[in-house]
């Protein structure tokens, strides 16, 4: 299979991934691409060494919005002028949000409800929350099965003339559900909502059409499957009609029509710059850019069949091997309802996940009981996901032996 992948030879420009270490765990922490060592390196001795101040004003003032640009041309199918870097995605999902809920309240005050499942990611419930005390409103929860998503059925349940905002991700982070993204937002636009993405975990491993399935909002990370390191800034994409519409919450000078000119009233760029707001963290933004060329020259569609391919590889190993012990799939089991991650489920695989990183095995454990193998279709083997589940495997047999007191 690893002959017959046409993405193999990007495995080679990966940190580490000559070592024997099986790493199930990028889609929470990419692989370093090996130029980006290089460019960091360039970076502090040509960039900031020698440029120092200057460097603000000859570049590093644009890729706030340049990086955004070819992420949205790259990655999400957005046309220029949409999406930008800034802050984290929690941030980002707060700065978005308010402004969102903020316009659909301004506009009829009867819309004080936010939509959101509780198995969507920690932040972004505790986000919204925060939001709904702020300013009285309430959220209405779509109670979701953790091993799939929301349902086209479901959100047409929970919106209605009450609803601002509709939150949903992608592709969910627990079951790497792939939610029908045109339907859940022509629904919710149907309602007269408006929709956030949350794209973490679909930006470079599932296409993302941003301006072809109408998008208002979305934010995604950068340090998942965009390889851009521990704490790289993620990007948000707003739709360019909705940028002069809403407000965001915190005014800072990154955002202002002219920052130097240091003006004593906030007085914002009319572009996506708007939804800027401090110091853009430059030295976290460089790493991602080497894999965004990657994604260039490959192309979303090749990336998610070698997605496709991999996660369905790893389900018929698990099948073979795991399910005679007692391993279920907690994912959805058609690809095409699937992201780039399979969790597995067992009551034993807290210990088994703890072992297997013992063993250079890495993948990570979400409760309840669920080993979660994230997939990155760049760096990524075939051979390297048969050599984990086959660790999977003699780890549980043995944990199994030991709990029944016969090892
Ligand atoms: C990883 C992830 C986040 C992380 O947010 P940070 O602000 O980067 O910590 C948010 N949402 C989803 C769906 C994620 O998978």
Redesign the pocket.
Known sequence: MDRADGLAHYRKRFAGAETDLVYFDGNSLGRPPLSAIERMGDFMRDGWGERLIRGWDEAWLQLPVEIGDRIGRAVIEAKAGQTVIGD????LLYKLARAAVDAQVARDPRRREIVVDTDN?P??RYVLDGIANERGMKLRWIDVDISTGVSPEQLAEAVGPETALVVV?HVA?RSAYLADAPELTRIAHDAGALILW?L??SAGSVPVRADAWGFDLAVG?TY?YLNGGPGSP?FAYVRDDLQAVITQPIQGWFGTRDMFAMGPDYEPEPSIRRFLSGTSPIVGMLPMEETLAMIEEAGMPALRAKSVALTSFAITLADDWLGPLGVTLASPAESEERGGHVTLHHPAMREVTARLWQRDVIPDYRDPGGLRIGLSPLSTSFEEVHRGLAATRDVLKTVLLERAGLA
């Open positions: 984290s995605t929690t941030v990611f932040t972004d991700s982070y949350d973490c975990h990370c998942k993620a």
